[in-house]
């Protein structure tokens, strides 16, 4: 979920009340903000917020079903979610992939992160920054091809 996404807003309170009745159901809930933790959108390959996911013995499902207290609940209890094909090997948040994939989102706010420190902090120039960026991705580009 994100702070900032209407939808993720409007399951707030379902989720909560999900995440109550989670013992009663021998699950675990739980929610990531991918505004903190990017790495994981990347891993997860998160393309729409809200995300859910199933997880059973290290295999995951992507919950695709209506978003009401009582559907989530019957996923788990009537155990809906075998039915679901799970995520592809090459997709699987735990695979090669998609670590490399959370590498690039790590990388991507870090990268952010010195663009916001040479504007803020040092008071350069935007497009002064996007031609340091630019030159040091050719310089980058350039040792790698050697």
Known sequence: YAPWCPACQQIEL??????????HL???VGKVDV????????????????TIYHANDGVFRRYRGSRTLEDLQGYVLERKWEAVEPVAGWKSPSSIMMHGMAGL??????IRQIHSYLTGTLGIHVWISYALFILATLLI???LGL
């Open 141 to 143: 580009g350039l040792f």
């Open 105 to 110: 989102f790590h990388l991507s706010g870090w």
């Open 35 to 50: 505004t903190q933790e990017p790495g994981l959108s990347g891993r997860f390959f998160v393309t729409t917020l809200p």
């Open 14 to 23: 379902t989720w909560e009340s999900f995440a109550k009745e989670s013992e």
């Open 26 to 28: 021998d699950v675990t």
